[in-house]
């Protein structure tokens, strides 16, 4: 079982940057792959970016260049640092941690990118 706790969402200005953080409890943190997704009013939960166990990312193509998905294994924290944010990113924002068919979701943290 994990427990996973969001932070870091806000109001923001269009190119400004937010970073999220996940930070997990109950289980050991870095056997688990680490996922951001984000669903925006009226839309599907769509992935963001991954990371791996062993510190591997991939990235949706709205957001390649943009983010980086980051994770600190001794802090049981995983990271979203979001650059050069635009109204299109506007959405709440949810961690999740899986492993073998196990999946565990944070509570979600709202970004909202507006002038």
């Known amino acids: 079982q994990v427990q996973l706790v969001e932070s870091g969402g806000g109001l923001v200005q269009p190119g400004g940057s937010l970073r999220l953080s996940c930070v997990a409890s109950?289980?050991?943190?870095?056997?688990?792959?680490m996922g951001w997704y984000r669903q925006a009013p009226g839309k599907q939960r769509e992935l963001v970016a991954t990371i791996t166990s062993g510190g591997s990312t991939n990235y949706a193509d709205s957001v390649k260049g943009r983010f980086t998905s980051s994770r600190d294994n001794a802090r049981n924290t995983a990271w979203l640092q979001m650059n050069s944010l635009k109204a299109e990113d506007t959405a709440v924002y949810y961690c999740?941690?899986?492993?073998?068919?196990?999946?565990?979701w944070g509570q979600g943290t709202q970004v909202t990118v507006s002038s």
């Open positions: 109950g289980s050991i943190f870095s056997i688990y792959n």
């Open positions: 999740k941690a899986f492993r073998n068919g196990y999946s565990y």
